[in-house]
T-cell receptor, first 114, second 113 residues
Framework: GENVEQHPSTLSVQEGDSAVIKCTYS??????FPWYKQELGKGPQLIIDIRSNVGEKKDQRIAVTLNKTAKHFSLHITETQPEDSAVYFCAANAGGTSYGKLTFGQGTILTVHP | DGGITQSPKYLFRKEGQNVTLSCEQN?????MYWYRQDPGQGLRLIYY???????QKGDIAEGYSVSREKKESFPLTVTSAQKNPTAFYLC????????????FGSGTRLTVV
């Protein structure tokens, strides 16, 4: 089955700096890669996703890049703000009859210091 | 508003008891999922269902059971066979017909006392 590794497990930045979180996946059939943000005591929320037919996608201060050959994808947050502090999860889908099923990385705790 | 509702938010269970966590969605999503979240371990899949009256085991199904009698509902029972049930449980739903992001509920924190 799919295996997703996420790094780093914790990330601390100053307000205004950029933050980068990286994930690798194992299943070459995976073609959908979402990112989720989870605030304390709440469920994760989808913040951006990318499909395998594109290499990069941007949404304001957030961008995701995908390298299918190397099987890795990254989340980039620019001009970080204290409200960006949260746990971030990457995920990859399963192929075949299990389509739609997501495997998640272990999570990154991002702290943005004012 | 469309969404996915989990209840209760906090649940306490005595050793040897079964408890059922509720998950209801009004998004007309076909697929529903249960994940367990422990510190430092991300989200691990317990069970998932892609259609009514059908469900599949995930990576950590032992000690858990589910049912999917209605499209809107996917309750999870934590049985006494689950050795370490204290965790944060998340329910999610998605459109089945293509790969699409999940909508998550707000979670249930289960504590064994």
């Amino acid at each position: 089955g799919e295996n997703v590794e996420q790094h780093p497990s914790t990330l601390s930045v100053q307000e205004g700096d950029s933050a980068v979180i990286k994930c690798t996946y194992s299943d070459s059939a995976s073609n959908y890669f979402p990112w989720y943000k989870q605030e304390l005591g709440k469920g994760p929320q989808l913040i951006i996703d990318i499909r395998s037919n594109v290499g990069e996608k941007k949404d304001q201060r957030i961008a995701v890049t995908l390298n299918k050959t190397a099987k890795h994808f990254s989340l980039h947050i620019t001009e970080t703000q204290p409200e960006d502090s949260a746990v971030y999860f990457c995920a990859a889908n399963a192929g075949g009859t299990s389509y739609g099923k997501l495997t998640f990385g272990q999570g990154t705790i991002l702290t943005v210091h004012p | 508003d469309g969404g996915i509702t989990q209840s209760p938010k906090y649940l306490f269970r005595k050793e040897g008891q079964n408890v059922t966590l509720s998950c209801e969605q009004n998004l007309n999503h076909d697929a529903m999922y249960w994940y367990r979240q422990d510190p430092g371990q991300g989200l691990r899949l317990i069970y998932y269902s892609q259609i009514v009256n059908d469900f599949q085991k995930g990576d950590i199904a032992e000690g858990y059971s589910v049912s999917r009698e209605k499209k809107e509902s996917f309750p999870l029972t934590v049985t006494s066979a689950q050795k370490n049930p204290t965790a944060f449980y998340l329910c999610a739903s998605s459109i089945r017909t293509e790969n699409y992001g999940y909508t998550f509920g707000s979670g249930t924190r289960l504590t064994v006392v």
